[in-house]
Nanobody, 127 residues
Framework: QVQLLESGGGLVQAGGSLRLSCAAS????????MGWFRQAPGKEREFVAAITRSSGATYYADSVKGRFTISRDNAKNTMYLQMNSLQPEDTAVYFC????????????????????WGQGAPVTVSS
């Protein structure tokens, strides 16, 4: 089993920045991809970004490309999401996810593809 714990959420004004962290514990050596999803009130959970174990490949949703950066420090078993130029539409609960799967495809952007989830960190962007 793998446990994931997010931190770093909060309230920020539009145009501001936040950095989310996701600390992993347990069988972390079994996770290949790690990623971020978000869920706004009344909406489905949506894919934000993903990264391989080696950090050799990253994937982003079109809505955050160029503004958000995903990174991973395996020595610390921690993944990060640097969020810049935040907008009110970025307001959501952000979830950390991990999986043992090793081939990324269109299905990887669905929540059901992922094996492990954190509790979520709320991010509110005020206008």
């Amino acid at each position: 089993q793998v446990q994931l714990l997010e931190s770093g959420g909060g309230l920020v004004q539009a145009g501001g920045s936040l950095r989310l962290s996701c600390a992993a514990s347990g069988r972390t050596d079994s996770t290949y991809y790690m990623g971020w999803f978000r869920q706004a009130p009344g909406k489905e959970r949506e894919f934000v970004a993903a990264i391989t174990r080696s950090s050799g490949a990253t994937y982003y949703a079109d809505s955050v490309k160029g503004r958000f950066t995903i990174s991973r420090d395996n020595a610390k078993n921690t993944m990060y999401l640097q969020m810049n130029s935040l907008q009110p539409e970025d307001t959501a609960v952000y979830f950390c996810a991990a999986t043992r799967r090793m081939i990324f495809s269109g299905l990887s952007k669905q929540a059901s593809w992922w094996d492990y989830w954190g509790q979520g960190a709320p991010v509110t962007v005020s206008s």
